[in-house]
């Protein structure tokens, strides 16, 4: 699976602290792997039609993102899981 990052991500993946981003890139490496690995608790996100996507980076954070084709993932933002899903994309 193919990453594309937009600078929200970016900007907000930077301001996390490190032992988060060690945990992100972790799942990173699984999701590329498989998106749908179990402990990644892929979901998609309401409204269906939106097409948003999250993953797990732990217990409190996600990553939220979309699918642009079969081999290539948009990821959007990362922020703790009560932010994320208040999100309007």
Request: proline residues 6%.
């Amino acid at each position: 699976m193919r990453i594309i990052t937009v600078a929200e991500f970016d900007k907000r993946y930077d301001n996390l602290p490190l032992f988060l981003q060690k945990k992100a890139e972790k799942q990173e490496k699984i999701f590329r792997a498989n998106p749908f690995h179990p402990s990644l608790h892929t979901e998609k996100l309401e409204p269906k039609n939106k097409e948003l996507w999250s993953i797990r980076v732990d217990k409190s954070y996600r990553i939220l993102f979309r699918f642009i084709n079969g081999n290539t993932a948009l990821f959007l933002t990362v922020g703790p899981h009560d932010w994320i899903y208040k999100l309007k994309f």
